[in-house]
């Protein structure tokens, strides 16, 4: 390669890394709502009161109610489904499945005035046989808080004294 061509590469491809690190750099800044005021941010445990309602029962079925309620001077938003851990009195996992339901796009705004639910369920009677389903007891239910990214996760008392005999369905987030 001659000299004045590669001196002309040198400089092209100079330019172009130039350009690229800048438009990079660019992307990062942009992705950073730390340097935005008035973004809006999604909730993480700190930031929520979780409470769950008494069980209700209907065909064959029991459930019952998530509420997220913002702290004081707190807003923040959630999306999609928590997801549910059944845990024992010393904080251990219990052998209960749950399965969110797939919906995508909604978010629901908390404050101390604007709260949030989520419902869940779980059979309580086998509906070919008519027979009593058991599960274990949980102490607590590890709650996660619905994020679209990684989340943090609330422990609320079970205080029914219900067994849980899974599969638990979970439905997201939705305004009271």
């Not at 949980?138 to 996760?153: L, M, T």
Request: glycine share 10%; net charge negative; proline share 7%.
């Amino acid at each position: 390669m001659n000299k004045t061509l590669r001196k002309s590469a040198v400089i092209v491809t100079t330019a172009g890394a130039t350009v690229l690190a800048g438009l990079s750099g660019a992307g990062i800044a942009q992705a950073r709502p730390d340097d935005h005021s008035g973004v809006d941010r999604y909730c993480t445990a700190e930031q929520l009161n979780v409470s769950m309602t008494e069980l209700d029962h209907a065909m064959g079925k029991t459930g019952g109610r998530l509420v997220f309620t913002a702290e004081r001077g707190e807003s923040c938003l959630l999306s999609g489904a928590p997801a549910l851990g059944f845990v024992d009195d010393d904080g251990d996992p219990l052998p209960v499945s749950a399965r969110a339901a797939a919906r995508e796009g909604v978010t629901v705004r908390v404050t101390e005035e604007q709260s949030a639910v989520a419902s869940f369920s779980f059979p309580r009677v086998d509906m070919t046989t008519g027979k009593q389903l058991h599960g274990p007891v949980p102490s607590a239910v590890e709650v996660s808080v619905p994020a679209p990214a990684e989340s943090s996760a609330v422990l609320v008392p079970w205080s029914s004294g219900a067994e849980v005999s899974g599969p638990v369905h979970v439905t997201p987030v939705t305004s009271c």
